[in-house]
């Protein structure tokens, strides 16, 4: 009784030491791991929001975005001819 426990722990602390060096294995030679190492860039918040309007001119957008009861807004411009962007 005795020889058969000595065997069974040796055996349970190989199969231990087995599995973690083929877990380790694993995971040195994963893509994943690679994509983790590479820093990565987070999206940043737009600095603008864009309106759909008609034949847009920097100064009419400036105008657009600030309203009718506030001055003109700085920083509004045209994205192209129908977009005008507002600035958060």
Do not use: Q, W
């Not at 069974?8 to 791991?33: E, N, P, Q, R, W």
């Not at 690679?34 to 008609?54: G, I, N, Q, T, V």
């Not at 105008?63 to 994205?79: E, I, Q, R, T």
């Amino acid at each position: 009784m005795v020889m058969l426990k000595k065997n069974t722990s040796a055996l349970c602390c190989f199969v231990a030491a087995l599995m973690v060096v083929m877990a380790a294995i694993l995971l040195s030679s994963c893509d994943a791991c690679k994509d983790m190492d590479e820093p990565h860039s987070f999206p940043l918040p737009a600095s603008c929001y864009s309106e759909h309007f008609p034949n847009c001119t920097d100064e009419r957008c400036k105008k657009f975005c600030g309203g009718d009861d506030m001055s003109p807004v700085l920083g509004a411009f045209c994205n192209n001819d129908n977009n005008c962007c507002c600035p958060i």
